[in-house]
C-alpha cells in the first residue's frame, strides 16, 4: 500500500505493470529444479540501462525468524491459481538464495515499523 502513495503518475502504471508480473514469474520459478536469480536480476539491470535510468534495489527482509515464521503462517493471500506459502517452503528457499552483490537498501521488516521503513526507502530514491 506504501509503495503506491509513494510514488504518483506514470509511475505508479509502470510500477504496478512490472508488480503484476512478479507472483506468476516468481511461482513458475518455484516449479524449477535448479532456480538461478542472476538471469531475471540480469533484465532488470538491462532495462534500466536501455531507458538510462539507474536500478535502485531496496531488498525488505525479516531478520527476526520468529516474526517471520508468525507472518508466513498466518498470511491468507487468496491469489487464484497460486498456493499459499509455507514455512517449510520459505525454508527450502532460504537455503537456495543467492544474495544480491549489486548496491541495494536492505530494509528489516521485524526491525522498525512501515512508516520508518517507507521513509528510508522514499530517502534511499531521492
Known sequence: ??????LGGASLAVFGSALSL???A???QTALPAV???AP????????????????IIEC???????HRRRIEARMRGIEGTSEVTWA?????????????DARLVLDTSAHPPGRLLAEAIGYLA
Do not use: F, G
Not at 45 to 54: F, P
Open 1 to 6: 500500500m506504501y509503495r503506491y502513495h509513494a
Open 22 to 24: 512478479v507472483p506468476s
Open 26 to 28: 516468481a511461482e513458475a
Open 36 to 38: 538461478t536469480v542472476e
Open 41 to 56: 536480476r540480469a533484465a532488470w539491470r538491462n532495462l534500466a540501462a536501455k531507458y538510462r535510468t539507474e536500478l535502485a
Open 61 to 67: 527482509v525479516c531478520v527476526d525468524e520468529a516474526t
Open 89 to 101: 517452503r520459505v525454508e527450502k528457499r532460504r537455503t537456495e538464495y543467492e544474495a544480491w552483490t
